[in-house]
């Protein structure tokens, strides 16, 4: 039961499509890996009420480019847009990490959550930057 | 202006008291980290509207505790307390980064923060547990 | 059950005296963090048969360094000792930790070992140093 | 003397093809880093009897994965194969990196793990995942 | 002021080609980080007289290669450069942070610089090793 | 003939006492750690000509505050001052590996350097902080 009920947290968060792959690609090798994740992960924690999935999404964001996991943060920037945070909010946290874990880690994860965000279809305005440097 | 706005925050994230002793401590040696803590961190960043001060308490939380900085992250489970998070929420914070940070990171926030809690007054029920084992 | 087994792998590496503390010091705080490390990191993994308790200590040993977890570190030092590790394959674990992770996390793990492997009763030979410089 | 020994080591764990290129690659820029990996890791460490090579091939992939060097890692997953240790053991050492260094960590070293089994020619079974989720 | 000074001061560093084209991206998502990347990184940092810019890219690449930091080093192995230091310092920072970082940090910097430096134009001597191994 | 050089070198850094204490605790279960250390790190890597040993120990700062190594960053604080650095250049160390590391680097290591310092009896004035805050 723990089991179904991280499925369906992480097909929220990883979209249907790349959870389909996901199962596809299930082998002897990393089912027991994919099981602890779907359990532990998501049946256990994701599902626990005391955070909604949307904080749950902003932290994981913090924690993931503090780690400097980078696969991982570009699958939780699409799934903090699927909890519903804003694009604003996963700005902000990541200016926050930058001061933080240090501007290397801000100028990373920036670019990444700007590349996840250009694929969903999401457009930025250019900014004109100051004259004379 | 954007140092006083920062040193506002600073005090209400590490109490007055805290305060007090860190302003008697500046010296010729750390004088300029704490004018660029005071300006660009809490200045710059934790006046940011885009996100509330407790939520930017819990971020802290999680990204301290997946970069190890156990001193700030005492600093910070008070801080939270101040911005008006809960323990639960705190709690919460420690077990999803117990997950993507590993049991080693989680046992060891875990422990400083029941220990600032328990600094501040706070008092948990003792829990039974399993027989024969 | 499987919280059961792995309740009693946690004794055997912690030993009786620290398990009894650890049991009486639960609280409604830290109990969802020591149930989750009971049933997953022991129950389900410590358990597996695939490796040997000895090998998963000397792995701990090589991660924990790595991570620089040193209170873990201190406990899964002892750990190993219970699970039938020789000093000699600490020793080995230590400076092929001192390689990968380099010099600072090899001397540090070095240190916090031998403080582990002393209070255990264990003595080492002194050993003397090249003359002359 | 030692430095012919390490080589001997080396080879072992990359292979005849990859070494041969590392060779044929060595420059006047990388020629210190390369001699003292010869000399220091392998000739001096890698050589030690206290631990079997098997060993330490399984310790250097649970340190790889805790220190997130991607590269690295892929290059002692082949070398664990080369050295004796089984694709099960592989799998055991990436389990229990997911429990100690995070999920995120587990995720990344299980998929490089696998990719370079399969370039081995090593398959896996597919696995059904739970209906209903 | 502070702003302008930055932006010249990270022109010298990541050259005129780069910085047109990074003021060229620059949009409502990540001109906040750039812009405190102009200020406080370099504006109020880099342009402090207490070090020399040259100093400061060999610092930077010592800290770069010690957080894993790889596209920022890449950046900053040719910043070194424009800042006046040698291939033989920069050389000598990798081995240093060999020993400190690790093994497979001081290969993985090693190699990002080598592609940095051949990217530059600048040649390497073959280096003949040992044979009989 | 490598390992005297070595030690030279290490005496130079952490002082006539400190290393008479050193040997005096070397046993035959850090011996070959020690050895290493005196061999590769001092012997082979301090002593090269291409970096001067006061840029060595600006690096090393640098590097053990990117880290988080506080022991070791002790000791290298106090070397530096004994290869010839000022307590100028150790504070700009610090405040580049405030930015680049995050904030709670910078602090917990400008504390230990501030620490160390006091020991060698350096003073600071004290610098009154704004008013009205």
Redesign the interface.
Known sequence: MK??IG??LL?KIIGQEYFTCR??S????????RR??EE??FG??WS?P??PPS??S???I????????T??LRLHVGGALNNGCS???I??????????????????A??I??EV?KERGIT????A??Q??
Request: aromatic letters at 6%.
């Open positions: 089991r179904d499925r369906r097909m199962d596809a299930t082998n002897s090798f990393n089912q027991d890996l602890l994740s532990y992960c256990e924690i626990r005391g955070l904080t749950r902003l932290l994981c913090g924690m993931l480019a503090a780690l400097g996991k696969s991982e694009v604003d909010e700005k902000e946290i990541l200016l926050q990490a930058t001061i933080y874990c240090g501007l290397p880690t801000g100028v990373e920036t670019r959550a700007e965000l930025f305005d250019a900014v930057v100051p004379g440097a």
